[in-house]
């Protein structure tokens, strides 16, 4: 029997899209259909349900089932140390090494201290470089030449340097847009540049050599289609840089490879990562090249990683690996979940390279070529983004490439605004972050990361010392950052006084009546470090209930001055609040409340609320951080 004899869905009636359309109007009850669709933070629409796409072909991306490279940082600052987290990753399952050097564009604070020879002999110490295993060299503009330094210790050690597999990861134009500095105009630093790659290609190594790297507009809270607009006006820029340097125009296109950030948001990675080889295609096409397969590296995203409840970050880093793996990805790093509180241990490291190892070898993930062919929602989303991302590239290139646009402030303005709408839906916690923004445990135990300092802001103060030319910088942010802010007040308060900032939760009613709300208060409040205190009445309030006062509001106030609280949230269902809620608020204050929450929208009853004393009120959608912001100021 073969595959086409498998008619699964034989015993049922046929379906057509409207058919299924009816059955939603149905469930919709007059809403309008487009209340299902999302949109990207591009714009673009999100369909609930797609067609799928008829001979649809593959995108070439790896070489049929094989895997992509495993590739682990090594960014311990000291020499020595970073040699035995290489070798150890080696022999545990790495098959690529990540080497990050301070001050550069995606050191995350870390990264070995200089790149003189006697480091890299330390840090190479043991490791077999013409072994099969991958090398990828991220040198930091200003500082040693780790390229040439690496081409010095290859050839001291008499191997070949065309059977290193080695990428010298140059990236000026994305580390001088994070800096928000340049030491030189564009034009005048081209020739030195090309200089070196023409230098490493005569010397016998394979290359690449320079990379168009898009994390930094991802770090900075950019787009999709942004950042791949940005990773190809780069990628333009080296290949005219390189051209000019004398370096033929096929060999130039080899050596650049490109690096884009996957993050959890899974069908939008895999689809950005489908873009970038269409769009450099055409590139390619453009320059009279027939087009090739290109290198594209994935690095898990920095900017979704969190401080709190940092074992959700394995979670983030797994979606995120499963869709740089299927979206088409030559090599992945994976962030280790810890990286925001400091520089990883071992166990950290060892949950990152397991996590591709598990996807790889249990999985199977790359035993299929381009897995996403023919599916109509990543297909759609695939064209869709190539098409965002052209116009932004034409826009780019018309302002006279990507530096005179980072000179002009273009692709920070777009970023910034990308950013700030993206910052407005994470504190109205449209878009939730789990132990972050949603669901915080006050009580998490501390994570251990080793006692290593810092070194990103003194290494780049020194790599630039007094720039030339200053721009906006695109700075790396965190998405959880504004809600870690606040729960790093709390903990402060809780080891100088023992306990931290209080909310009461003024429950009233039965069980069925309050814990929904009450579950929604307590976890909004504790998101910003402010801890719930629940009251729970003995006995139900009567009913038919009345407006006046009720005797078991004397308890409410008692509770509430036991409690050590300032403030208060009434937690019920908005005919408890009818009836109760004027004789509650108005029992919380006389009791010493100095600010009265309700947990619900207000409704007609806003007014007579305000009257008896509440002054706010949360709810889904509202402007949580702004709200708890407001709470910090009232206590402090």
Known sequence: MTTDDLRLAADFAPASYDDWRKLVDGVLKGAPFEKLVGKTSDGLKIEPIYRRVGNAAPIAGRAAAAPWQIMQRIDHPDAAQANAQALHDLENGATGLEFEFAGGAGARGFGLADARPETLARAFDGIFLDAGIAIALNPVVGRDNAGETFADLVEARGLDPA????????????????????????????????????????????????????????????SEAQELAFTLAIAIAYLRMLEAGGIDLDAARSAISFRLAADADQFLTMAKFRALRPLWARVEQACGLAPKPIFVAAETAWRMLTQRDAYVNMLRATIATFAAGLGGANAITVLPHTLALGLPDPFARRVARNTQLVLLEESNLAKVADPAAGSGGIETLTRELCESAWALFQEIEKAGGVFASLEQNLIQRKVAATRAARESDIARRKVVLTGASEFPNLHEAPIAVLDVKPAAAEAQAESHGAAAIKFDALAPMRLAAPFERLRDRSDEIQKARGARPKVFLANLGTAADFTARAAFAKSFFETGGIEAVDFIGEASLPSPLPMGEVKEFAALAAAFKASGAEQACLCSSDKMYAGHAVAAATALQAAGAKHIYLAGRPGEQEATLRGAGVADFIFAGGDALAMLDEAWRRME
């Open 163 to 222: 059977k290193v597999d080695v990428r010298i990861n140059y990236q000026a134009l994305t580390t001088m847009a994070v800096r928000g500095a340049a030491p030189a105009p564009w034009h005048e630093m081209e020739k030195p540049f090309a200089k070196v790659v023409r230098g490493l290609i005569g010397r016998g190594f394979k290359g690449p050599f320079v990379l168009a790297d898009g994390r930094a507009v991802h770090d900075a809270g950019g």
